[in-house]
C-alpha cells in the first residue's frame, strides 16, 4: 500500500517536471518573437524616411503617378 503511493507521488512529480519544461520552452519562444519583433518595429520606423524617398523618386520618374 505504502509502495503504490510512492510510486503514485514520484509519478505526479515527474508529471510536474515535464510541464515546467514545456512551459518554459513556450515562454522563451515567446520572448525571442517578441524580441524580434520589436527589432522590426526599430528598423521598420529607421528606414521609414528612406523607403518613402526611393518611392517617390520612382513616382517622379514614372511621370507624377497620377493614376491617369
Do not use: C, H, P
Not at 5 to 31: F, I, M, P, S
Not at 50 to 59: L, R
Amino acid at each position: 500500500m505504502l509502495q503504490r503511493y510512492l510510486y503514485d507521488v514520484l509519478a505526479w512529480w515527474e508529471t510536474q517536471k515535464v510541464r515546467a519544461a514545456e512551459g518554459q520552452g513556450l515562454v522563451e519562444y515567446a520572448l525571442i518573437i517578441a524580441l524580434v519583433s520589436i527589432a522590426l518595429i526599430a528598423a521598420l520606423t529607421a528606414l521609414a524616411g528612406g523607403i518613402g524617398n526611393v518611392f517617390s523618386t520612382i513616382q517622379g520618374a514614372l511621370g507624377g503617378g497620377g493614376g491617369q
